[in-house]
């Protein structure tokens, strides 16, 4: 049987071979804990330090806004449930699409069970988000909306949606965007695919 070709990128990549190398001493020397304060743990340290301060330039940001998880999962649940509880004062409205990873629909989920409402938006047959702005108020929006989210790329589909137009909301409302597969590209494309 031949080997079938890989196209969902989007979800999972091999890693290059730069990276690697860079990886490599970490791997198979410096391989302490970057948290603990002995020997071991010094270099790796100074690595994520460094790490840190080279995602925040990317990302136009201070490294102390930098948070590394052990992944997605991890990283919607920190970013959705903390955004929900620290502006509970002020609404409980959070608003998704209905084609969000699961990891994203399963905290909706989860919120939802614990007071929160949860509007999730359809999309086109496109697979983009049906809630751009009408009149100056995206679809959804509530005057107790907190949080919204909306993943940028969706792997089996290969749209990408236009981040700022299918999340516009006048007012103080917390944006999560899943957009890990821009960072890093140039800032031409990234500006038109966030417009």
């Known amino acids: 049987m031949p080997k079938p070709i890989y196209l969902d990128y989007n979800a999972t990549t091999p890693h290059d071979s730069e990276v690697i190398e860079a990886m490599r001493p970490y791997f198979e020397e410096e391989f302490g804990n970057p948290s603990s304060s002995h ?20 990302l136009n940001c201070e490294p102390e806004e930098i948070i590394f998880t052990s992944g997605g999962t ?11 509880e620290a502006f509970l004062h002020k609404g409980n409205h959070i608003i998704t699409s209905q084609i ?4 994203v629909l399963q905290v909706c989920r ?4 614990n007071g929160f409402e949860v509007t999730y ?7 983009l988000i049906n809630g751009g ?3 100056g108020q995206a ?11 909306a993943l940028h790329r969706r792997a ?6 236009r981040c700022r137009s299918a999340l516009h909301a006048k007012g103080s409302v917390t944006v999560k965007t899943d957009a890990w597969c821009r960072a890093g590209n140039d800032q031409t494309a990234r500006n038109r695919e966030c417009a």
């Open 39 to 58: 020997y071991y743990g010094l270099k790796p340290k100074q690595a994520v330090i460094k790490a840190r301060e080279q995602v925040a330039s990317l």
């Open 110 to 113: 989860f919120l939802e069970n």
């Open 100 to 103: 969000e990873h699961p990891a």
């Open 139 to 149: 679809i959804g929006r509530r005057q107790q909306t907190r949080c919204r989210s």
């Open 121 to 127: 938006l359809p999309v086109n047959e496109f697979g």
């Open 133 to 135: 702005p009408v009149g």
């Open 156 to 161: 089996q589909s290969l749209c990408a949606q």
């Open 74 to 84: 991890e990283s919607n649940n920190f970013a959705i449930k903390g955004c929900a």
